[in-house]
């Protein structure tokens, strides 16, 4: 079945990315871009549509896909890339070009009583990043009122442990290998420098 075929079928659809694919280069070139979203995000969304055709799975909203498939063995390969549909989304909000600088007044407070310092809370998110062992994503979280940073390894998300994501770095190779090689390191701190969208992480606090 050819990708044309494939989506004209299928309940869920790529979103579409939030800015032109050139928008957040060069920290993140439009050819790092164009792979992750154009054939990473949209692989996900191709092989979920494959994975539930014709079962329970069929009809339900993403998210419902996401809550009734977490943690069942069985159903690891569709929880995984409906997560990673939904992380992605995540992810692409949570960057924009002239990111970085400083939060909202609001979502800042939050910051300090929580880490101390925006450093402090930034230089957390640079060691999860950097801890995470193989693939995986570091978040900033909102865990019963305190802010945390956790990392997740492969598609898992902080929902499944109730915690509710403000902000999320792609910390998979190929969110940085054709810009940065193995130096993720490099990668996590332009991100957090220049990309990181602290106004969509001030409107996740609710
Ligand atoms: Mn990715």
Request: with cysteine; hydrophobic share 45%.
């Amino acid at each position: 079945m050819n990708k044309d075929n494939t989506a004209a079928v299928s309940p869920h659809a790529l979103p579409p990315l939030p800015y032109p694919d050139n928008a957040l280069a060069p920290v993140i070139s439009a050819n790092t871009l164009g792979f992750h979203y154009g054939k990473h995000h949209r692989g996900y969304v191709d092989n979920l549509n494959k994975l539930v055709a014709g079962t329970a799975f069929a009809d339900l909203p993403l998210l419902k896909i996401m809550s009734e498939t977490a943690g069942k063995a069985d159903k690891a390969t569709i929880f995984n890339n409906a997560a990673q549909i939904w992380n992605h989304t995540f992810y692409w909000n949570s960057l924009r070009a002239a990111g970085g600088g400083q939060p909202p007044a609001r979502l800042k407070e939050k910051i300090e009583a929580s880490f101390g310092t925006l450093d402090a809370c930034r230089e957390e998110l640079a060691a999860a990043a950097m801890a995470q062992f193989g693939s995986g994503w570091a978040w900033l979280v909102l865990d019963g009122g305190t802010l945390k940073v956790v990392k997740t390894a492969n598609a898992e998300l902080p929902m499944t442990a109730g915690r509710k994501p403000l902000v999320t770095i792609d910390v998979w190779e190929h969110a940085y290998y054709l810009d940065y090689q193995n130096r993720r390191l490099d990668y996590v701190h332009a991100v957090l420098d220049k990309l990181i969208n602290w106004d969509f992480a001030a409107e996740n606090l609710g």
